[in-house]
């Protein structure tokens, strides 16, 4: 695996490149034994009869995922990780559904860039049980904002992997913040610990939610003890902050990467509590589908969390607040 990071930057000085130990450039699509995970054939009904799984909420939301089609336009700027796949919205509920998930929340991959038509589309057309969060420029309009909320869009996704620090004195992104706190709509961050007191605690301090997605990302070499994590630790005090534990494998390399992912969880467990934890899949795996899929992250999941009482606390009854499900 090529470990080199590459980025490209979004036209808002956001940067939306490939994540933390990828394949860095075009993918050559899933390989053998994985690619099937997006490309699976329909169900005849569009249904399947799941046996019930013991210790497992009745309901049970997926909080991380994405959608797309090669049909889209790809909106890439340099080198970037670009899917060469479709991985759409029926593959995803299937998915769910084979998995006992009953909701999802798709956030919109950063290689899609602002076009969240795709997105939107596929969340109204399964409003019950769907929500999305997009991404936007800091300068988009209240309405804007309010129109997507209508559609089923829950928060607005900004990712700062590299590239500038944003200004959070400056007028755009205070009236960005505003915007988003009035209107209760979440800020889902996807950014290394170390820029995570400087851009999420403004954000919390200003009384927007915040959600940090992927375990945080703390260096590896470093783990729990990242300065940058224990600042994502501090930021519970606030209670404006949640943590998504998604894509485990994002957390290092991959002989550390489970490991460093349940030491995440039991620090979050104790700063955070349950309801402020949620989990995603992260399908279909964006960059990393030749070592995960749906069954490896739920089968990690019901690793992490062991209880009844920690899968219906942060797949149930925290999501569905979080994200205003019913």
């Known amino acids: 695996m090529n470990m080199k990071r590459r980025a490209f930057t979004a036209?808002?000085?956001?940067?939306?490149?490939?994540?933390?130990?990828?394949?860095?450039?075009?993918?050559?699509?899933p390989p053998q034994g994985t690619a099937n995970d997006a490309q699976d054939a329909p169900a005849q009904d569009g249904k399947q009869n799941v046996a019930p799984l013991a210790d497992f909420p009745p309901n049970a939301v997926d909080m991380h995922a994405h959608i797309f089609t090669q049909a889209l336009k790809f909106s890439v700027g340099g080198a970037g990780y670009i899917p060469d796949y479709d991985a759409p919205i029926e593959t995803y509920l299937r998915k769910i559904r084979t998995h006992h998930m009953t909701h999802g929340v798709l956030a919109q991959p950063s290689f899609l860039g602002k076009d969240n038509s795709y997105l939107l589309s596929a969340v109204q057309a399964s409003a019950d049980k769907l929500r999305c969060v997009?991404?936007?420029?800091?300068?988009?309009?209240?309405?804007?904002?309010?129109?997507?909320?209508a559609k089923g869009a829950c928060g607005v996704r900004l990712i700062f992997q590299d590239g500038p620090m944003?200004?959070?004195?400056?007028?755009?992104?205070?009236?960005?913040?505003?915007?988003m706190r009035d209107l209760d709509l979440i800020i889902e961050m996807w950014l290394p610990a170390d820029r995570i007191a400087a851009i999420a605690g403004p954000m919390a301090q200003s009384g927007c939610r915040v959600l940090i997605e992927h375990f945080g990302q703390a260096d590896p070499r470093q783990g729990v003890s990242d300065p940058g994590f224990q600042s994502l630790l501090r930021l519970a005090d606030s209670g404006k902050v949640w943590v998504g534990t998604s894509a485990y494998y994002r957390s290092g390399p991959s002989e550390k990467a489970k490991?460093?992912?349940?030491q995440y969880y039991t620090e979050f467990k104790k700063t955070f509590g349950l309801d402020h934890i949620v989990w995603g899949s992260d399908w279909p795996s964006t960059a990393f589908e030749s070592v995960a899929n749906y069954d490896d992250s739920f089968s990690f999941m019901l690793q992490m969390f062991p209880t009844l009482q920690e899968r219906q606390a942060i797949l149930w009854e925290t999501p569905r607040k979080l994200f205003n499900f019913a």
């Open 259 to 262: 490991s460093l992912s349940m």
């Open 134 to 149: 997009v991404v936007v420029d800091p300068d988009v309009s209240v309405a804007d904002l309010r129109g997507m909320k």
């Open 11 to 29: 036209s808002i000085g956001l940067v939306a490149g490939p994540l933390l130990y990828p394949r860095a450039g075009k993918a050559a699509g």
């Open 166 to 179: 944003p200004d959070m004195g400056d007028p755009v992104w205070k009236q960005f913040l505003r915007n």
